[in-house]
């Protein structure tokens, strides 16, 4: 139990160093719906449909790698620090 109770506590600690780092901040006028970002990212925190031209995050899985800022082609994502 006292295992657990302590990886419960370092999950709990990298989620608050990934969301120290900001968000993921999506402009919905640049996006092309080309699903690079979706591909790029290595935890599948992002969805894009291209059919209905919308697009979601996980805020809950993401990392803020910051991948899908750097692959997008019409830099539409963006991370914006906390403040």
Known sequence: MANFKRKIAQIK?????FESRGQISYNCDKCTHCTLCEKTCPVNAITVSRKDKNWTIDNNVCVRCTHCVA???TKALSLKKNI
């Open 13 to 17: 600690l990298l989620r608050k160093i």
């Open 71 to 73: 692959k997008c082609p």
